[in-house]
């Protein structure tokens, strides 16, 4: 096609989320008072004038095929108002202005096989990134792991069994674009990059590679008479920075490329200042089609947290309560050196009191 | 239909068990789509997902796509095993900016999904990490035709590169009574000031704002982007006592005193003697907690407004940081306090573009070069919200000490003579 007859973008950017809105939040926008959970995966909102809404909450796959965004449409049209909105976290919520409604939603969301809860103090959905479906530097499988672990943790979806909520999340590289939450599965390569020297001249920008390392372990080298890069392995932490930008360093493996496990993160501001999650487990093999082992691990420290924690404590609350050795007792994980921290600011983590639990 | 099929022993045992599984998905676009192109695509996709599952490799790389007029907002994709899987050897994705806290109706999603099953794979996320509507696999070619068809009905591409991202806003003022801000509003007003910086990646990494009404800051703002918006209030948080009796009728004194009480991080809270609650609001840090527990008895005040934090970001490269309190407080009511929050913004994205290396966070460069440098690069002044607590270094040149008290005491008495005004 000629320059000519391209079409000029138009660049509206964001659009109006108003027109996509449901009337009787238009209509109460800024306005409400307070909200109540009249049943698992169900909210009702109140509005000072007296309005209500109510919201139906539900799991679904997040990579949705056509026939799938089709059904949700056709549900929201016959049992809803045609009003939707996504959540976060990829869970679809319908809302309602009519309570009658609430119910046959249910049923019709249930009956096609959407998991209706999320809400309040349960483990709601997965949020993951792409992996092998479609990033180009993925460790692991995001949606795979999502759907094997969700299959195990349906039950504390649909209920508030939990002491706060649950965010779990995955990150298939360490880049970690996801992998931030009460418990995050993300992936540890272990070993350093395997280098393919025929290709880095041609395919990386070495200076932008050698710049790109946190730890300043790459440099440039005549390898075999070409131009091309090497690792001081004993200082890479194995980190998987380079292959972005240079695809023949190779940081996957089938084998060595494992699953860490840390727990604690929490964005909000509630109680205690927002934290950043902890490394608690590693080593775990990366197991398609079904990660038992990172789920097991998972499902210990839930049934741990469930039967521990008190009422509104998140798993950073709890464990700040009873204390990192107790963590690892109840949930009998072992402590490693690996847990202590020699990243910079490390020494904030340290324990430089006798505050010690016995 | 004809078509033979790649076999998935590994994929299909995720097809087993209760959650809603999305190699089902794909199998029925392989099976049951009436477009031909469709179900071979699927298939292909299929085969190799099940091969990335064997030898546990992704088979991706990335390269150079975008439409018309921009530079960035697509993910290219061609697979490294096309001979092997020759139907989705192309399978790029276009990152498509929605409404603020994604709201949507069943006609406008049917119409996007009708869009892009004409011109691609017929899958989609709502949404991915950044925030897109994700529009998931097709050719270099029809890449143009979706995003031209989409782009005439009110629909852009979001940021990808290095260039300002896609923001992301919490539920908000539609529907929640904690929200103390118009996120619309805000996310639009900066998101739309960027247009050329989302599509035309020309910064030194990534840049991302994001939006939540209160504390409890639902997007994760503080964590995840180089510029969170919160919204807050700072006179008294509203009590109503009928309703916190009603609560300790209900619950139980032990237990107010216990979840809420006892977990105000200020000891901000007392239950008196006649069940009703006593907030000592100038020790109050908004924390949240105590409205969560009890959003019918407790409120947020009227004079509300933001707190802008910067430079939070994930682990590449110097490790996971959380955004600086920058401004404590903005108030956003009219149109010129919106066009001084997007003057903030074009300061600091300026300062970076400027002063950031290249691959290096907003954050990460303020790592570098000290929080006051930045500060004074981008002509704000310094504030003790700014910070957990003073220095504890002496190892400080401290010369212009008194030049620097006397500005502090200046700015207090212009801030109170405003007040007086």
Same mark, same amino acid.
């Given at each position: 096609m000629a320059m000519a007859d391209m079409r000029e973008p138009i660049e509206s950017g964001c659009p109006d989320g108003f027109q996509y809105m449901h009337p009787v939040m238009r209509k109460n926008f800024g306005q409400w008072k307070y909200h109540d959970d009249p049943q698992p995966g169900v909210l009702r909102h109140v509005a000072h004038s007296g309005d209500e809404i109510y919201t139906v909450k539900a799991g679904t796959q997040r990579i949705l095929d056509i026939f799938t965004l089709r059904k949700l449409c056709e549900i929201g049209d016959e049992y809803a108002d045609g009003y939707i909105r996504f959540t976060i976290r990829s869970n679809i919520e319908?809302?309602?202005?009519?309570? $009658? +409604? /609430? *119910?046959? !939603?249910?049923?019709? !969301?249930t009956e096609a096989g959407f998991v209706v809860g999320g809400t309040k103090n349960s483990v709601t959905s997965l949020s993951h990134t792409q992996g092998w479906l479609h990033c180009d530097i993925p460790g692991t499988d995001a949606s795979g792991v999502v759907k094997s672990m969700m299959d195990e943790l349906i039950d504390e979806f649909k209920a508030w069994n939990m002491p706060n909520r649950v965010h779990i999340t995955t990150s298939c590289c360490q880049?970690?674009?996801?992998? *931030?939450?009460?418990?995050?599965?993300? @992936?540890?390569?272990?070993?350093?990059?395997?280098?393919?020297?025929?290709? /880095? %001249?041609?395919?990386?920008e070495r200076p932008s590679v050698v710049a790109r390392c946190p730890v300043? $372990?790459?440099?440039?080298?005549?390898?075999?008479? +070409?131009? %091309?890069l090497e690792v001081d392995e004993k200082k890479c932490i194995c980190c998987g920075a380079c292959f972005p930008p240079c695809p023949p360093m190779q940081i996957n493996d089938a084998e060595h490329t494992k699953l860490s496990i840390w727990v604690g993160g929490n964005h909000s501001? $509630?109680?205690?200042?927002?934290?950043? *999650?902890?490394? @608690? $487990? %590693?080593?775990?093999?990366?197991?398609?089609p079904r990660w038992p082992e990172a789920t097991a691990i998972v499902k210990?420290?839930?049934?741990?947290? +469930?039967?521990?924690? +008190?009422?509104?404590?998140?798993?950073?609350?709890w464990i700040e309560r009873i204390g990192w050795p107790r963590f690892f007792e109840k949930t009998g994980l072992p402590f490693t050196k690996f847990h202590i921290d020699n990243w910079r600011g490390a020494r904030a983590s340290l324990n430089a009191s006798t505050h010690i639990r016995f | 239909m004809a078509d033979k099929h790649h076999e998935t022993p590994m994929l299909d045992e995720l097809e087993k068990g209760p959650w809603p599984s999305f190699v089902s998905g794909i199998k029925r676009l392989r099976d049951n789509h009436e477009d031909e192109r469709i179900r071979k695509v699927a298939n292909s996709l299929l085969g190799q997902l099940e091969h990335s599952y064997e030898t546990r490799k992704g088979y991706w790389k990335g390269g150079t796509v975008s439409v018309f007029g921009?530079?960035?907002?697509?993910?290219? =994709?061609?697979? &490294?095993?096309?001979?092997?899987?020759?139907?989705?050897k192309e399978f790029h994705t276009l990152r498509v900016q929605p409404p603020p806290a994604n709201y949507y109706t069943t006609d406008m999603l049917r119409k996007l999904g009708d869009s892009w099953e004409k011109w691609g794979s017929g899958l989609q996320t709502f949404h991915g990490q950044t925030g897109n509507i994700m529009f998931i696999g097709t050719t270099t070619e029809n890449t143009q035709h979706f995003f031209d068809e989409i782009n005439d009905y009110g629909w852009d591409l979001g940021g990808a590169g290095p260039c300002v991202r896609t923001a992301m806003s919490c539920v908000g003022s539609a529907r929640c009574e904690m929200s103390c801000a118009n996120e619309h509003a805000i996310h639009r007003h900066l998101v739309n000031n960027f247009t050329d910086d989302v599509h035309r990646p020309a910064l030194p990494y990534k840049f991302k704002f994001k939006v939540s009404g209160c504390p409890n800051d639902c997007q994760n703002s503080i964590e995840r982007s180089d510029f969170a918006v919160i919204g807050t209030w700072r006179d008294d948080m509203k009590v109503d006592q009928d309703e916190v009796k009603a609560y300790v009728a209900k619950k139980g004194r032990e237990y107010i005193i216990e979840n809420v009480v006892n977990r105000c991080p200020t000891a901000a809270l007392c239950l008196n003697d006649d069940d009703t609650l006593t907030v000592n609001n100038k020790d109050c840090v908004r924390c949240m907690h105590c409205l969560n527990v009890m959003?019918?008895?407790?409120?947020?005040?009227?004079? =509300?407004?933001?707190?802008?934090?910067?430079?939070?970001? =994930?682990?590449?490269?110097?490790?996971?940081?959380?955004?600086?309190?920058?401004?404590?407080?903005?108030?956003? &009511?009219?149109?010129?306090?919106? &066009?001084?929050?997007?003057?903030?913004?074009? &300061?600091?994205?300026?300062?970076?573009?400027?002063n950031g290396l290249e691959h290096e966070r907003c954050g990460e460069m303020i790592e570098r070069i000290g929080l006051v440098n930045f500060l004074e690069g981008i002509g704000v002044e310094v504030d003790p919200h700014m910070v957990n607590n003073p220095r504890q270094s002496s190892y400080v040149r401290m010369d212009g000490w008194d030049e620097e008290a006397e500005k502090w005491f200046q700015r207090k008495a212009e801030e109170k003579a405003a007040a007086g005004a």
């Open positions: 319908f809302i309602v202005a009519d309570e $009658a +409604k /609430v *119910q046959p !939603l249910i049923d019709a !969301l880049i970690n674009c996801g992998g *931030q939450g009460d418990i995050a599965i993300n @992936v540890q390569h272990t070993k350093p990059p395997k280098i393919n020297h025929d290709l /880095v %001249s041609n395919v990386c300043a $372990a790459i440099r440039p080298a005549l390898v075999d008479g +070409k131009p %091309s501001n $509630a109680r205690g200042k927002p934290t950043f *999650q902890k490394l @608690v $487990a %590693s080593g775990i093999p990366n197991n398609p210990n420290i839930l049934k741990t947290y +469930k039967e521990d924690a +008190k009422d509104w404590e998140r798993i950073n609350d | 921009y530079g960035g907002g697509i993910i290219p =994709r061609f697979s &490294e095993v096309a001979d092997a899987f020759p139907e989705s959003p019918k008895a407790l409120s947020p005040g009227d004079d =509300r407004g933001v707190t802008i934090l910067i430079g939070g970001k =994930r682990t590449l490269k110097i490790g996971d940081l959380m955004g600086t309190v920058v401004v404590p407080f903005k108030k956003l &009511e009219t149109e010129e306090d919106y &066009e001084s929050l997007v003057e903030l913004a074009e &300061e600091i994205i300026d300062f970076w573009a400027e």
